[in-house]
């Protein structure tokens, strides 16, 4: 019970890793959960606030390798609260040594965002 008051009380996190596949997935998944009443609607909210803290928190500390995006064309950007948006064109990702990981020809959709805590930044 503490646990649930512990991640209920914490100041919202971003969501944007329930955008991923993954996260779509899962999302899905909890849903049909809470349709055939498996779980609350408030452990499926918990669910998914905790999968975004698990992946931000993955990607922090457990992730040392970094990708280099080369792209033809930046073709728009914004940046507001402290999170960039870039729409790139024929976008091509590298190693830091130059190898090329994957090519995708048309759109790609970067959002960035400040993954550091509150108490952090």
Excluded: H
Aim: charged share 30%; hydrophobic share 40%; aromatic share 8%.
């Amino acid at each position: 019970d503490s646990l649930l008051q512990e991640i209920i009380g914490r100041e919202m996190s971003y969501t944007l890793y329930q955008g991923t596949r993954i996260g779509q997935a899962l999302k899905e998944a909890l849903e049909e959960m809470e349709e055939y009443e498996q779980i609350s609607p408030t452990a499926r909210r918990i669910i998914l606030r905790k999968f975004d803290d698990v992946i931000c928190d993955t990607l922090e500390n457990k992730v040392d390798t970094s990708l280099v995006m080369r792209a033809d064309r930046l073709w728009s950007f914004r940046f507001c609260d402290s999170v960039w948006q870039l729409l790139l064109k024929n976008v091509e990702f590298l190693t830091e040594s130059g190898n090329l990981v994957a090519s995708v020809n048309g759109k790609v959709k970067v959002v960035a965002c400040d993954a550091r805590k509150p108490d952090k930044r």
